[in-house]
């Protein structure tokens, strides 16, 4: 399992709720960012999908070189087992 997994994306955003809900009935810590109140948490959501806003955005691993943009629930699954 990743040693560190960050969720960028927002508390209105039904993706965002999703993602949080699926890894917490997973057993899988998080940091979750908020990219409302967080600006450089927002460029990096910007930065990674090409000018978009689309959230929430997935790092995995201390180095986030595991990066995913809008997860389903099987893709976050299979991420996670790598």
């Known amino acids: 399992m990743a040693e560190q997994i960050r969720v960028y994306g927002a508390d ?6 999703r993602t949080l809900r699926h890894l917490d009935r997973s057993g899988v ?11 450089d948490g ?3 959501v910007i930065e990674f999908n090409n000018g978009k806003r689309r959230i929430p955005l ?8 595991t ?3 809008v997860p389903t629930d099987a893709e976050l699954d299979r991420a996670l087992k790598s």
Do not use: M, N, R
């Not at 810590?29 to 600006?39: G, K, R």
């Not at 997935?58 to 070189?65: L, P, Q, R, T, W």
């Open 58 to 65: 997935v790092e995995i691993g201390s180095d986030g070189a």
């Open 12 to 17: 209105w955003c039904g993706d965002t709720v």
């Open 67 to 69: 990066k995913l943009s």
């Open 29 to 39: 810590p998080y940091d979750y960012i908020d990219i409302d109140s967080d600006t």
């Open 42 to 44: 927002e460029k990096k």
